[in-house]
């Protein structure tokens, strides 16, 4: 069952604008995560943040929660060619002990030279 | 250098020919996963392991069988593949509960 859901689904911009990608979640969580996908390819770890904050930098990175509404979202800032990829977020449910991460279906980033 | 791997990294079989995925990982984390994503539908859990002879069903384990006899290796079975199951394959691993994952370089699988 899908936990998170991305929006939008896919985004096409120029370098050096940036991008806003959304999230929402339907159950409590313990800490959700922003993950990074080149095409095929493994996926690798951006940004984690608890559901007790509110934000969270990285870089040109920057993560919101929101948990009344449930939602978060992952701005890059100045983006570039690079930064093409999907992008994914993920929730843990609370209280199922093991993270039983759950992904949503990704926002495809096309970045433009 | 701290990675997980993955073998075979592409694999063509037929319905019913057993096939068996392995996954290591150097990090000495306790905790290992795979998924399978499809267009469309996102990566989802087929099994998890919370430490050596420790697995439990994600949300699609159908058709699937792990093993966890090394803390290292947490190899994925396919007892007898069906098309349904053509699929690219991620084997992650964690330090821990609610942590960050590290995704293996994944593994596409075709059953004809």
């Known amino acids: 069952s899908q936990q998170g859901e991305e929006d939008p689904q896919a985004l096409s911009i120029q370098e050096g604008e940036n991008a806003t990608m959304n999230c929402s979640y339907k159950?409590?969580?313990?800490?959700l995560q922003w993950y990074r996908q080149n095409s095929g390819r493994g996926l690798v770890h951006l940004i984690l943040?608890?559901?007790?904050?509110r934000e969270k930098h990285s870089g040109r990175l920057r993560v919101t929660l929101d948990t009344s509404k449930k939602s978060s979202s992952l701005l890059i800032t100045a983006s570039r060619a690079a930064d093409t990829a999907s992008y994914f977020c993920?929730?843990?449910?609370?209280?199922?002990?093991?993270?039983?991460?759950?992904f949503g279906t990704g926002t495809r980033l096309l970045v433009s030279p | 250098e701290a990675q997980v791997t993955q073998n075979p990294r592409y694999l063509i079989t037929v319905t019913g020919k057993k096939l068996t995925v392995t996954c290591s990982q150097n990090?000495?984390?306790?905790?290992m996963s795979w998924y399978r994503q499809d267009p469309g539908l996102g990566l989802r859990q087929i099994y998890y392991?919370?430490?050596?002879?420790?697995?439990d069903k994600g949300d699609v384990p159908e058709g699937y069988k792990v093993s966890r006899k090394e803390k290292r290796n947490f190899p994925l079975i396919l007892e007898s593949p069906s098309p349904n199951q053509t699929s690219l394959y991620f084997c992650?691993?964690?330090?821990?509960?609610?942590?960050?994952?590290?995704f293996g370089p994944g593994t596409r699988l075709t059953v004809l």
């Open positions: 992650a691993s964690s330090p821990g509960p609610y942590n960050e994952q590290f």
């Open positions: 159950t409590s969580i313990n800490n």
């Open positions: 943040i608890r559901s007790n904050e």
């Open positions: 993920a929730t843990d449910r609370m209280n199922t002990g093991f993270q039983k991460l759950v």
């Open positions: 990090m000495n984390h306790e905790y």
């Open positions: 392991s919370m430490n050596v002879e420790v697995t």
